[in-house]
């Protein structure tokens, strides 16, 4: 029996990050909100790193309320994209080659998603990660939680509803 050698870290390590990096910049709203993915193996951990512009209370100040939603939402739809490219990806039908602005996969369309504040944000980096509850072939369920300085402080959590794209779209 021929079996391949295994690939080098290395390459494996280049490939994902690649794969990951195509699917972000294919979305222009993911890199004017500055949200950068933090990738270890298949779990993905979004940064938002502060900026001034993300304020929307210059009293106290507290981050807006928008930017937090958007942030929860982004990871979101990221986090369920990469779950969909990981087998591809990984199986080698998939390259961050073939991977551009031009040929990104369909991401899935929001159907609801409920915010909930649990503190205020503060003005500096906020964290997120996203599990996914349910994925299946036209849905999905994911909750989102973000925090700033301690992981068990969170200042906002998030469940949104997720129409997936079908095969062929």
């Known amino acids: 029996m021929n079996r391949r050698p295994p690939e080098p870290v290395q390459v494996i390590k280049h490939r994902r990050d690649a794969m990951l990096s195509a699917l972000v910049e294919g979305v222009p709203f993911i890199n004017f909100l500055g949200i950068k993915f933090d990738r270890r ?20 100040p507290a981050l807006h309320g928008g930017a937090t939603a958007s942030f ?3 990871t979101a739809i990221v986090e369920l994209s990469w ?4 087998e591809d990806m990984e199986s080698g039908v998939l390259d961050a080659d073939t991977l551009d ?18 503190r205020t944000g503060l003005p500096r980096d906020a964290y997120a990660r996203a599990r996914v509850n349910r994925s299946g072939r036209r849905y999905a369920s994911v909750h989102v939680e973000a925090w700033q300085d301690n992981r068990t402080r969170l200042f906002a959590q998030a469940t949104g509803h997720f129409l997936m794209p079908q095969s062929g779209e």
Request: glycine share 6%; no cysteine; proline share 9%.
């Open 72 to 74: 929860l939402e982004v």
């Open 83 to 86: 779950g969909m490219l990981w």
């Open 101 to 118: 602005s031009e040929h990104l996969p369909r991401l899935p369309k929001t159907i609801d998603f409920t915010v909930d504040y649990l």
């Open 41 to 60: 193996g298949d779990e993905l951990t979004a940064v938002l790193p502060y900026q001034d512009k993300l304020i929307g209370n210059p009293v106290l």
